[in-house]
């Protein structure tokens, strides 16, 4: 595969900023940083200044700038801790957006070498994705890798990656449950490996790392799902989760790819998972119905858009799950909104 060329100008990388002192995070991040365009986006809730260090092009947004964008939506959409990080998906212009957390540093691969995530995920997106057939070795784009013996001909072209979902080392993104259990657990498999999730396949998708293709997904990345008791800290909150399904769901019947593996960051450590066990707990009993409803969606031909594709997974949510749960009617509520806010500003 030849080394793939990032035009600077088609990148942001938003950072949801739930720390103030975000000094020792953008300086692990200089070398890549500082190449291209943050959008830093405070979590609403916290209060005093932010301290970036200098060197960076930014755009920074508060809680005056949400409420001066959002307006009556507010009501209905929160961006309160990590669902900030979607107020900067919404004012990116970009071809491309790079997600990473503020608890994270660059990765070091088996090597030592240093892991430019933000070059990985844009190789993932500019590369085909393969999700109708799957392949033995993995992504057959990445170098040294290839499609094996019995794949279709005529399936190798493959189709375009929407979503590329980058993983972590040291801290695992476990439930709060299994942290709890295992709290000197950690992952230290580096694992050299991309692979595309077949397609009608569901995955738990951590917004920790990610990266997707704005024009084909962008408003499939929305926060919609939120716990009554639902907390600031990863462990105490599923969004990302019911994220996750509704963009593969719009992958899926926009015959688009969804990538994972490669590239890993360093995970610090973050939270109590004692603590988050009590407000997560509603998340972790709610997705044995959640996972089935969206094993078991389709949407009609008719959905040729991201924005059509949300808007008929929040009809039947509020059809199928709403009356057995309120928390699945403001889920319903919220992506009906999201998709109003989300062309309303597109169109500015």
């Known amino acids: ?23 020792s995070f953008m ?35 508060t809680k005056s700038d949400i409420d001066g964008v959002v307006g009556s939506s507010s009501n209905a959409i ?35 070498n240093f892991v430019d995530a933000v070059s990985q995920h844009i190789t993932n997106l500019s590369t ?6 799957f392949n033995t070795l993995y992504d057959p784009f990445c170098k040294g890798a290839d499609f094996v013996r019995g794949y279709p001909f005529s399936l190798r072209s493959g189709v375009d990656c929407g979503l590329s979902c ?24 580096y694992v050299d490996a991309v692979l595309t999730v077949p397609a009608r396949t569901m995955m738990p ?3 920790i790392n990610i990266s997707f293709n704005r024009e084909l997904v962008g408003p499939a990345l929305l926060p919609a799902f939120r716990l009554a008791k639902e907390g600031n800290l990863r462990w105490e909150t599923v969004e990302d989760i019911w994220t996750g399904m509704c963009v593969k769901v719009v992958c899926d019947q926009l015959r688009l790819g969804v990538k994972s593996g490669l590239p890993y960051v360093w995970r610090k450590e973050r939270g109590d998972a004692i603590e988050s ?33 949300l808007s008929e997974i929040a009809a039947v949510v509020k059809e199928q799950l709403a009356p057995a749960n309120p928390v699945f009617a403001r889920a319903a509520e919220t992506m009906v909104e999201w998709v109003k806010l989300w062309k309303r500003v597109q169109t500015q």
């Open 166 to 189: 980058g993983l972590w080392l040291n801290l695992a993104d476990l439930d709060a449950p299994t942290q709890a259990l295992k709290p000197e657990l950690r992952n230290t498999r």
């Open 205 to 207: 998708v951590s917004g």
């Open 277 to 309: 066990l009590k407000k997560e707990w509603e998340g972790v009993k709610l997705m044995e119905d959640v996972v089935p409803f969206f094993q078991s969606l389709r949407l009609s031909t008719s959905a040729a858009t991201a924005e059509d594709c």
């Open 78 to 112: 929160s961006f309160s801790g990590y669902s900030c990080r979607y107020f900067g998906y919404l004012m990116s212009r970009k071809k491309y957006i790079i997600s990473i957390d503020d608890d994270c540093i660059p990765a070091r691969d088996s090597a030592g």
């Open 1 to 23: 595969m030849s080394q793939i060329s990032i035009n600077h100008d088609e990148v942001d990388i938003v950072i949801g900023a739930l720390q103030l002192d975000l000094k």
């Open 27 to 61: 300086e692990e991040w200089r070398p890549v940083f500082s190449l291209f365009h943050l959008i830093i986006v405070k979590d609403p809730d916290l209060k005093g200044e932010l301290e970036i260090p200098a060197g960076f092009n930014f755009d920074l947004y």
């Open 128 to 133: 085909p994705a393969t999700p109708f057939f």
